[in-house]
């Protein structure tokens, strides 16, 4: 009962907060900060409820619905479950807390933000206690629809942009994980967690190309909220127009979602797969290379950040598929050590987000600026901004005795025990090892890079430096709490004693990591390489070619932007060009004037025939007017269906940016008109075509593993 409470309470406080801040708007910011608090209180009462084996006694964080969404929806609560409910609740309630200051001189539509922040907490939290994939389905439908607001708040021609982005992968990641859903449903019967194993091993192998046609899908699906290759288009575009709060929680918790489902869908159905596990390997091993080496070349703050995120979650996506294969390779120990790695990296990425982007708002706050060149030396005399973000720089980089040198290591480890049980593929997992190397060294690169520049050099324009020298003051009390207060964690969660902790209640195994030792020469010279690997790129990369004359350039071509480059055209330019291709290949123009006269010829010859029988008179005629009906149908009825299309669901809408309010970046309305969101981004047809591109790539997969 107490996991329903948690779920559906921020809807009904989500309201609340709507009405009080019709009224007041203050009102409204404090009831929002009180609304998360009382959240995390009810969170943190659970997670010490299972810690302490209360919950699994009494079945208190267990709940469920019948007779609702055909099969019910429930909620459970585990180590795992609880631990990750409890970082939800506390970013929440830590990006709310700064939210009031940074929304201090930025007062539109906030109410709208603040209701969709609470909705999307309820549905983000129904996701993590989740008993069965069709719940975790349920909330991760909803919060891809409330958190779409976030990324469009300031509705400018770039949030537009993003936000249409953003929503149209959410809906092709929606329909292809429901189509995923559907196979897994009827191959094995069930969707609860702890049924899907014990069903799944009773069935034949004539069922395997089903359970792997469903488990693609589900991948597929959970991968575009998690942002993995090659459906990570929406995660750079949509956290520089977001407001930097909503960043936060698009990167450290949003990006989660994904990787729960991931995460939950391979443990319980494809633990022994070892197919599956390649597949995510060689998805994560992308997604956290490409990630990394374009952050190089970003010199916006916020952008940056954002494919960070990216590769931290290829990271992840490389244990979740480490865990696989070891445990197909009969290595359980290792098996284990790495998911608790994989857990571990999915907490500190969240805590490690929220404070380096709740920095980042803290600039742009006081200077409205995220590009490097603007905002360099900033941050040279704002003490506790600036400890705050070193310790998520060198936290996020892997530096020993912080928290993210103790999961990487992890995962590490766990490629090479991997190399060592699959022999016949040591080469390749061999390579594998030096990609994760190569990509935690340009994770030091591009964040000494953000540190340096923000921290430690000096404006190349002096007047702009004095001004910023001159401005002492950052952050009020409550962002100091949210920013400072949140990187002591980094400190405390790369103690031994503190992670061993925390991974063995998420596993549910005692001493998980009695075999690791954080600071052997095995794990530490893993650090020192990638340490190594990244000092030489920023020396020689960053320093050296990117940094010219004293500005920061990227050298990163527009025109590789993969959704401009692939994506778009496919849906604008190629797939109308194949559908007419196919038209003229089958002659669909020139049957349909032919097949209309001889129906047409048929009916009047029937006539003729039957014409002087009174009996069958009428039967002539009647053939000889469904014979001019299908004729007329045949010639017009396409055009007269393209033209109904075009003025109903297919015409476009034209949607205009708002004007930015702010001083510094006032436009005059001509260039706001010019600047209008392109018709492409907001019509339903786009919409429609994405769908029905969704939709295609459900029965390609289903045919090719059907026919393997």
């Known amino acids: 009962m107490f996991s329903i409470v948690i779920v559906f ?254 995460l939950m869908t391979t443990l319980e159905i494809f633990l022994e797969n070892e197919k599956y596990g390649w597949i995510v390997l060689t998805l994560g091993t992308i997604t956290m290379f490409l990630g990394a080496f374009l952050a190089l070349f970003s010199v916006n703050l916020k952008r940056t950040l954002a494919l960070s995120s990216m590769s931290q979650i290829g990271f992840i996506m490389v244990g979740t598929a480490m865990t696989v294969l070891l445990s197909c390779a009969g290595a359980e120990e290792g098996a284990m050590e790495t998911l608790a790695g994989t857990y571990l990296h999915m907490v500190n990425h969240s805590m490690l987000k929220l404070c380096l982007f709740c920095a980042a708002g803290t600039v742009v706050m006081n200077i409205h600026a995220l590009d490097l060149d603007t905002i360099r030396g900033w941050g040279r005399n704002k003490t506790l901004l600036k400890i705050a973000f ?70 190349k324009d002096p007047q702009r430096q004095a001004k910023y020298d001159a401005n002492r003051h950052a952050m009020n009390p409550g962002s100091t709490v949210a920013v400072f207060g949140t990187s002591i964690l980094f400190i405390l969660l790369g103690q031994k004693p503190i992670f061993n902790a925390l991974t063995s209640f998420m596993t549910g195994e005692a001493n998980v990591l009695h075999h690791y030792k954080p600071l052997s020469w095995a794990c530490v010279s893993g650090g020192l390489i990638s340490l190594g690997i990244g000092a030489a790129v920023y020396i020689f990369f960053i320093r050296g070619v990117t940094l010219k004359n004293g500005s920061y350039r990227n050298l990163w071509p527009a025109k590789l932007d993969l959704e401009d480059l692939i994506y778009r055209p496919a849906l604008l330019k190629w797939l109308p060009g194949i559908g007419g291709a196919f038209a003229s290949l089958l002659g669909l123009n020139k049957i349909s004037g032919p097949l209309s006269k001889a129906v047409l010829k048929l009916g009047q010859a029937l006539a003729r025939l039957f014409g002087e029988n009174r009996v069958l008179a009428p039967l002539s005629r009647a053939v000889l007017l469904i014979g001019e009906f299908v004729g007329r149908v045949l010639v017009t009825g396409p055009d007269a269906f393209i033209m109904l299309m075009r003025r109903t669901v297919v015409s476009e809408m034209k949607v205009e940016g708002k004007e930015e309010t702010r001083a510094d970046r006032m436009k005059v309305r001509a260039e706001v008109v010019r600047g209008i969101a392109s018709p492409i981004f907001a019509n339903f047809s786009f919409s429609l075509m994405m769908s029905c591109i969704g939709i295609i790539a459900i029965l390609v997969v289903t045919l090719i593993v059907a026919l393997h």
């Open 390 to 459: 070193f310790l998520g720089y060198i936290g996020i980089s892997g530096v020993p005795m912080f928290n993210g040198y103790a999961s990487k290591t992890l995962l590490h480890e766990g490629i090479v025990m991997g190399a060592e049980a699959f022999e016949q593929y040591e080469s390749i997992l061999k390579a594998i090892e030096w990609i994760f190397l190569t990509s935690g060294g340009f994770t030091f690169a591009y964040m000494s890079k953000l540190f340096i520049c923000v921290f430690v050099e000096k404006n």
């Open 9 to 262: 309470l921020p809807f009904v406080l989500a309201i609340i907060s709507y009405l009080i801040g019709r009224k007041s708007e203050l009102a409204r910011d404090r009831f929002t900060v009180i609304a998360t608090a009382i959240e995390l209180a009810l969170v943190l009462v659970l997670f010490v409820l299972t810690f302490n084996g209360t919950a699994a006694q009494t079945g208190i964080g267990n709940f469920k619905i019948s007779n609702i969404l055909a099969y019910g929806i429930s909620f459970k609560t585990d180590g795992f479950r609880a631990s990750y409910a409890l970082v939800t609740a506390f970013m929440w309630f830590m990006t709310t807390l700064f939210s009031r200051e940074y929304f201090l001189h930025e007062r539109e539509n906030l109410n709208r933000y603040f209701m969709f922040v609470l909705m999307t907490l309820g549905a983000t939290e129904g996701v993590m206690l989740s008993g069965d994939i069709m719940t975790a389905y349920f909330c991760f439908e909803i919060l891809s629809f409330t958190s779409f607001t976030w990324v469009i708040h300031e509705e400018t021609h770039g949030a537009v942009r993003a936000a249409y982005t953003y929503l149209f992968i959410a809906v092709i990641g929606g329909l292809v994980l429901f189509m995923g859903l559907a196979l897994l449903q009827n191959t094995a019967g069930t969707l609860a967690f702890s049924e899907l194993g014990p069903a799944l091993k009773a069935l034949g192998k004539e069922d395997e190309p089903a359970v792997m046609a469903a488990g693609i899908c589900i991948l597929l699906g959970f991968g575009a909220k998690a942002g993995i290759f090659p459906v990570h288009i929406w995660l750079p575009k949509a956290h520089p127009v977001a407001p930097s709060p909503a960043s936060a929680l698009l990167s450290g918790v949003l990006t989660k979602v994904g990787v729960y489902g991931i």
